[in-house]
């Protein structure tokens, strides 16, 4: 069996990355920003939900 005397990788610049094996590295590219910030309902229904849940919540403790 054959292993490397070096376990880290000098070239990957954070300590996490240089501890991973180098075909762990080698993985699939980092997926691209999106170019805009689009809120879609799910997000609006979660902000309305939470609103009106500490709307609530402060409404009954000061009543």
């Known amino acids: 069996m054959r292993r490397s005397l070096v376990l880290t990788d000098e ?3 954070h ?4 501890s991973l094996p180098p075909h762990i590295r080698a993985g699939a590219k980092p997926k691209a ?3 805009k910030l689009r809120l879609s309902k ?3 229904r ?3 939900t939470a609103y009106i ?3 609530v919540a402060v409404s ?3 009543a």
């Open 11 to 13: 070239a990957a610049g």
């Open 15 to 18: 300590p996490f990355l240089a």
């Open 33 to 35: 920003a999106r170019a």
């Open 42 to 44: 799910e997000d609006w």
């Open 46 to 48: 979660g902000f309305l």
């Open 53 to 55: 849940g500490c709307f």
């Open 60 to 62: 009954i403790f000061f």
